[in-house]
Protein backbone atom coordinates (compact mmCIF):
# COMPACT_ATOMS: atom_id res chain seq x y z
CA UNK A 1 0.00 0.00 0.00
CA UNK A 2 2.98 2.63 0.08
CA UNK A 3 3.38 2.53 -3.29
CA UNK A 4 0.12 4.44 -4.10
CA UNK A 5 0.80 7.33 -5.32
CA UNK A 6 -0.35 10.29 -3.44
CA UNK A 7 -2.80 12.64 -5.26
CA UNK A 8 -2.32 16.46 -5.24
CA UNK A 9 -4.76 18.52 -3.89
CA UNK A 10 -5.97 22.64 -3.87
CA UNK A 11 -8.59 24.21 -2.16
CA UNK A 12 -10.48 27.22 -3.77
CA UNK A 13 -12.59 29.48 -1.83
CA UNK A 14 -15.96 30.94 -3.69
CA UNK A 15 -17.41 34.03 -3.70
CA UNK A 16 -18.72 33.30 -0.27
CA UNK A 17 -15.87 32.91 1.25
CA UNK A 18 -16.71 28.65 1.52
CA UNK A 19 -13.81 26.71 0.69
CA UNK A 20 -14.11 23.50 -1.71
CA UNK A 21 -11.33 20.85 -2.00
CA UNK A 22 -10.36 19.59 -5.14
CA UNK A 23 -8.44 16.85 -6.71
CA UNK A 24 -5.67 17.54 -9.27
CA UNK A 25 -6.62 15.96 -12.35
CA UNK A 26 -3.06 16.93 -14.04
CA UNK A 27 -1.55 20.64 -14.12
CA UNK A 28 1.09 21.47 -18.08
CA UNK A 29 2.69 24.16 -19.48
CA UNK A 30 1.93 25.88 -22.82
CA UNK A 31 5.12 27.27 -24.88
CA UNK A 32 1.99 28.78 -27.43
CA UNK A 33 0.95 30.99 -24.77
CA UNK A 34 3.47 30.87 -22.60
CA UNK A 35 1.35 30.12 -19.55
CA UNK A 36 0.40 27.05 -17.11
CA UNK A 37 -2.31 25.66 -16.22
CA UNK A 38 -3.96 23.51 -13.80
CA UNK A 39 -7.24 20.87 -14.25
CA UNK A 40 -9.23 19.64 -11.32
CA UNK A 41 -12.45 18.31 -9.71
CA UNK A 42 -14.10 18.07 -7.14
CA UNK A 43 -12.55 15.31 -4.38
CA UNK A 44 -14.60 12.79 -3.15
CA UNK A 45 -16.04 11.55 -6.12
CA UNK A 46 -16.09 8.32 -7.07
CA UNK A 47 -14.63 6.98 -10.57
CA UNK A 48 -17.53 5.68 -12.08
CA UNK A 49 -19.53 9.54 -11.55
CA UNK A 50 -19.42 12.35 -14.39
CA UNK A 51 -17.34 15.13 -12.99
CA UNK A 52 -17.40 18.30 -13.50
CA UNK A 53 -13.37 19.18 -14.63
CA UNK A 54 -12.43 23.11 -14.24
CA UNK A 55 -9.25 24.70 -16.03
CA UNK A 56 -7.08 27.36 -14.68
CA UNK A 57 -4.34 29.17 -15.52
CA UNK A 58 -1.55 29.11 -12.82
CA UNK A 59 0.32 32.44 -11.36
CA UNK A 60 3.31 33.28 -13.54
CA UNK A 61 5.92 32.12 -11.01
CA UNK A 62 4.07 29.01 -10.13
CA UNK A 63 5.91 25.57 -11.12
CA UNK A 64 3.54 22.90 -12.89
CA UNK A 65 5.37 19.93 -11.79
CA UNK A 66 4.51 21.38 -8.28
CA UNK A 67 2.29 24.51 -7.71
CA UNK A 68 2.19 25.59 -4.50
CA UNK A 69 -1.01 27.87 -4.79
CA UNK A 70 -1.66 31.28 -5.29
CA UNK A 71 -4.51 33.00 -7.45
CA UNK A 72 -5.34 31.20 -9.95
CA UNK A 73 -6.46 32.63 -13.60
CA UNK A 74 -9.57 32.65 -15.57
CA UNK A 75 -9.16 31.57 -19.06
CA UNK A 76 -9.83 34.39 -20.98
CA UNK A 77 -9.69 33.61 -24.49
CA UNK A 78 -11.21 31.00 -26.87
CA UNK A 79 -8.35 30.16 -27.98
CA UNK A 80 -7.15 29.01 -25.03
CA UNK A 81 -10.27 27.24 -24.31
CA UNK A 82 -9.38 25.10 -27.54
CA UNK A 83 -6.16 24.18 -26.53
CA UNK A 84 -6.72 23.25 -23.17
CA UNK A 85 -9.63 20.99 -24.53
CA UNK A 86 -7.08 19.42 -27.35
CA UNK A 87 -4.86 18.43 -24.39
CA UNK A 88 -7.56 17.49 -21.90
CA UNK A 89 -9.03 14.59 -25.03
CA UNK A 90 -5.23 13.29 -25.27
CA UNK A 91 -4.78 13.28 -21.53
CA UNK A 92 -8.64 10.88 -21.54
CA UNK A 93 -7.94 9.05 -24.58
CA UNK A 94 -4.75 9.03 -25.78
CA UNK A 95 -3.99 9.13 -29.54
CA UNK A 96 -6.73 7.16 -30.67
CA UNK A 97 -8.26 10.37 -32.02
CA UNK A 98 -5.41 10.58 -35.20
CA UNK A 99 -5.67 7.07 -35.63
CA UNK A 100 -9.54 7.41 -36.31
CA UNK A 101 -9.22 10.62 -38.77
CA UNK A 102 -7.02 8.40 -40.90
CA UNK A 103 -9.49 5.75 -41.58
CA UNK A 104 -12.33 8.30 -42.51
CA UNK A 105 -10.95 8.58 -45.81
CA UNK A 106 -11.18 5.39 -47.18
Do not use: C, R
Request: aromatic share 8%; proline share 5%; hydrophobic share 30%.
Amino acid sequence: MADEPIQQQITLVDENGDEQLYDVLFTFKSEDFNKSYILIYPTGKSDDEEVEIQAYALPADDDPSDPQGGELQLIESDEEWDMIESVLNTFLHGDDDQEDDGNKEE
